[in-house]
């Protein structure tokens, strides 16, 4: 279903005297170790975030695909809204999803088996924007660089060899250790790309923003249970 796989950034910089300079020696890439942390302890005190991305499904030939303005709102440990422009919408509040598709004007309620079915859709309805570093890393090899504008690349990896995705890269500003950037690559399919518009750590949103109401002239609909899952 879900691969516990997160990404993490860095970067080559190189740095070299003038003409006539001694030839300084390059800049030492940073610790993936040292990113990891950095990254968990920002993340470790998060209570609340709104984040704005693009998402663009990446397709082959000239240009790209259509780019999608998405809406994430966070509020730890078991709230999640996410809105695309124009588009679907996605509440998670405790042990209940609901997605709301404005097309055919109908919403899907699914309720969590258990905790680790709820993370599990956290992490996959957030691209792991929300969840704890250490966790999505498990089972996977990290790899770290310095790219030229001084943001740290980190390339992740899964062990398995059946694994859904192939390859995670982050972009990671060391300033904030935020991710700026994502590209994920599938073991089939087509790449998504994320890049993260905005940021808002920890400006008090309220529980109300996460209470369900079904839209005006859409019809509720519970998926019937399935080999024990609720969720499909």
Known sequence: MLEAVVILPVAVLALAAGAGDPVRPAAREPDIDRIIHEMEMVRSRIEDLVAV?????????????????????????????????????????????????????VVEE?????ENQRRAALYEMSWGLTSPIRVLLRGTRRFSSRLEDGSCLVTVIPDQAEAEIERIRAWVDPQTWL??????????????????????INSGLPDSLFGFRLPEGAEL????????EVLQ
Do not use: C
């Open 53 to 105: 991305v693009d998402h663009t499904v990446v397709t082959p030939g000239p240009g790209s695909g259509a780019v999608s303005r998405i809406t994430l709102s966070f509020k730890n440990p078991d709230k999640l809204k996410t809105v695309v422009d124009g588009g679907r919408e996605v509440l998670i509040n405790g042990d209940r999803m609901w997605i709301y598709s404005p097309d055919i004007k």
């Open 110 to 114: 699914y309720r969590f088996k258990d």
């Open 179 to 200: 991710i700026e950037k994502m590209e994920i690559v599938p073991g089939s399919g087509s790449p998504v790309e994320l890049k993260i518009r905005e940021w808002k």
């Open 221 to 228: 609909f519970e998926p019937l249970e399935k080999g024990g």
